[in-house]
């Protein structure tokens, strides 16, 4: 019998295979009612009743501080999809060559599954926040630990993601290296076929989830965001050409107010993306506030601003079927972690997302709100 949680999409076709290998003759009588989910909150049910996939990025640990429960009840109320930010990287599962570490992804399933939450699983293959035994294997090793990681990792979880980011950040031109790729384990040991590779052997695994390919900083009007759409755009038409199975692209728009816009390029950038046929997934969106005002409002204001202008453009492409943010609260986000780490008695802690410290609502949830009702169904 397959090992791992028991799928917590209760689909007729789980429920069969289920009943057939004698492995959920439970669920067959009385499938497990998941727990109800408040949807007043709107922003899940806004997002639903328009066919849009709407998430955040959940991490588990978050669950064991004080505010815990609170954290727990912001997903629920606000989104339709967790995205893992940790426990589904590599320097999680594989802390050492001799060790599979599951307990955090299992609790992140778990937590999908109680709340009835898509999930994404982030992410498979990453040239980057690699335990260090891994940057010491040699090509075979490399090979071997890419087929063995996928396989093991798509059939305990088959029932359980939505959608995989089979690779993370491909691109980095500051490698300097052919089609700008970033250099890392994978890419040594294997050439640009890596990710050829790992999305086959994804396939392979599990033929109905969604394969994503995740990328960062395309969207900002300057040499650097020209140079990122530009490989990858250039990377996908290499893998189209060879029919590599991959569903949707993940753009990850972590926004910067240090940096500058043009909505109409990024949206010549989005429909070449449709072009191509796949998918968009909007994976890991927040502000960055480094550059705005002091003040709370005024800040809290820009940054609603940065995300209606934002979503109003991606939203207004068919081809744009999910968006999730990295987190949902301002003191849960990356960006207010590496500021304690850098600045730990500044005043001014980083105000990127849609809920305050008190999971209350900002400005940006309310901007959010009425993108989402703006915007056309899909
Ligand atoms: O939990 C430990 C804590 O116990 C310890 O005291 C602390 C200091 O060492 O580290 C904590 O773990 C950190 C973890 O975040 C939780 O905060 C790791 O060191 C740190 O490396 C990890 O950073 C994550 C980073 O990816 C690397 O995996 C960020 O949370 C996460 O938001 C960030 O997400 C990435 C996406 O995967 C890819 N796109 C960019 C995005 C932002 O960098």
Known sequence: MRRGPVPHRLTRRTLLIGAASGG????????????????????????????LV????????????????????????????????????????????????FEPADRTVAFARKHALKLRAHTLIWNDDLPAWIWQLGPGEIEQLLDTHIMTMMER???????????????????????????????SGLGEGYIARA????????PNTLLVLNE????????????????????????????????????????????????GLFSGFLDEIAALGYAIHITELDVNDVALPAAIDKRDTAVAEYYSKFLTTVLAHKAVTAVTFWELADHTSWLYYEHLGKVAQSHRRPRPLLLDQSFEKKPAWSAVAKALTAMTPR
Do not use: C
Not at 29 to 47: I, K, N
Not at 170 to 180: E, R, V
Not at 224 to 252: C, H, M, T, W, Y
């Open 24 to 51: 959920f003759t439970g669920l067959i009588a009385a499938p497990r009612m998941l727990e109800a989910r408040d949807d007043g909150a709107t922003l899940a049910s806004l997002a639903s009743a328009k066919g």
């Open 199 to 206: 999305f086959r052997q994804a396939r392979r695994h599990d």
């Open 54 to 101: 709407l998430g955040a990025a959940f991490a588990e640990h978050e669950l064991d501080k004080p505010y815990g429960p609170a954290y727990a009840q912001a997903y629920v109320r606000n989104v339709n999809s967790i995205t893992s930010e940790l426990a589904f990287k590599m320097s999680a599962l594989r802390p050492n060559a001799n060790a599979l570490n």
């Open 216 to 263: 960062a900083q395309t969207e900002t009007a300057d040499d650097n965001g020209r140079v990122f759409r530009d490989s990858l755009l250039a990377l996908l038409r290499r893998l189209k050409a060879e029919a590599v199975p991959i569903d949707a692209i993940g753009l990850q728009a972590h926004l910067r107010s240090d940096r500058r816009y043009d909505y």
């Open 157 to 187: 979880y088959r029932a359980d993601v939505w959608a995989w980011d089979v690779v993370n950040e491909p691109i980095a031109p500051w490698d300097k290296l052919p089609g700008n790729l970033r250099k890392g384990p994978f890419l």
